[in-house]
Structures are given as C-alpha cells and as structure tokens.
C-alpha cells in the first residue's frame, strides 16, 4: 500500500534506496494504526517516530550533499522544506499521549497523513526539480 511506484524513481540509486526505506517506515506506521491487538501503541509510536527522525536526517544530508555537488539553484529553498518537515516531526507530542487506545490511534493516523502526503508530494514536486536540473547539467 505505502510502497515505491514507478514514478517516485529519481534514476540515483542512493537516493531512490532511502526513498524505499521512508515508504517502509510509512508502512510499518499503517501496521501499527491497524494493529488491533497491541492495546498500548505508546512504546511503538516513540520508537517509529524516533526512527523517523534519524532516518530523514540522514537521508536530507545526502540529498543536500548531492545538491551542493551539482550546484543546485534550489538548494536553499530545498533545505528550508526539510527543516519544515523535521520540525512538524518534532512537534508529535509523546507526553500527552495517555494511554487511551482510541486517542493513540488518532495520532498514529495523524503522523501516517502527514507522512504519506508529505513523501509523495516533496518527491515528485521538490527532489524531481533537482534530479532534472542534476541531469541538465551531465549533459552540458
Ligand atoms: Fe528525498
Ligand atoms: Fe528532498
């Protein structure tokens, strides 16, 4: 459901491998909103979240590095957007979560939107414009 389709491939392989592994982590965020049987998702929230936080950080220095490489014109604007994002992350309050099943769902259904809109639109609509401009460059 949450997986790679054919035109979120930017066409670099370390990119596309870390893009792979965000939509996984959007996945592993579905399985635990459906997840009926685990009563306190408190634990597996902090822990997916925490995941996410690293593993963005990770993949938004990779693709800052590869934007200075080529020179790109956006690359100021580019990283403005994820620090953004990195932000909004940040902001998922744990300590108010309780342990109420029905309010925890709601915020593992939160981060889920969030995360899914926000994968899908900034790579076709934001990492798209430097791949483009990377490749217009190759071929001068
Ligand atoms: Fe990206
Ligand atoms: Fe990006």
Redesign the pocket.
Known sequence: MYEMKPEYYTGIAAIDQEHTRLFELAQETHSLLTNDTLLDKADSLVHLISELINYTRTH?SH?EEYQRSIGYTGIEE?AA??RKFEDKLSEFDFDSLGEDFNSQNETVEELLGFLTTWLIT?ILQ??MLYVKEGKAGKTI
Do not use: G
């Open positions: 938004f693709e580019h957007m994820h900034h934001a990492d």
